[in-house]
Nanobody, 114 residues
Framework: QVQLVESGGGSVQPGGSLRLSCAAS????????MGWYRQGPGNRRDLVAR???????YYVDSVLGRFTISRDNAEKLVNLQMNSLKPEDAAVYYC????????WGQGTQVTVSS
């Protein structure tokens, strides 16, 4: 069974930074497009950023220029560097393939408040 384990969340003030990591267990990890998703209170889970097996990246407009997604195929890791955080970035963050093919992990909570 594939496991996706997110970590790195926390509480920061507006303008702060966090680096999220996701450890994946699926075989052939390098062949998957990997994504970071987030779900705020009362909201659906939406894609924030994704990266393909060649390193090509996509970001939603609201995080473009502030977030950077990266991957380490040897270690089966997907990272999300989040800078200039805003209160509206607060959510539980999850990783999965894009589109999401596997069961969701527990996520990691990001809180942005002063």
């Amino acid at each position: 069974q594939v496991q996706l384990v997110e970590s790195g969340g926390g509480s920061v003030q507006p303008g702060g930074s966090l680096r999220l990591s996701c450890a994946a267990s699926m075989s052939q990890f390098r062949t998957y497009v990997m994504g970071w998703y987030r779900q705020g209170p009362g909201n659906r889970r939406d894609l924030v950023a994704r990266i393909d097996n060649r390193g090509n990246q996509y970001y939603v407009d609201s995080v473009l220029g502030r977030f950077t997604i990266s991957r380490d195929n040897a270690e089966k890791l997907v990272n999300l560097q989040m800078n200039s955080l805003k209160p509206e970035d607060a959510a539980v963050y999850y990783c999965n393939t894009w589109p999401a093919l596997f069961s969701w992990g527990q996520g990691t909570q990001v809180t942005v408040s002063s």
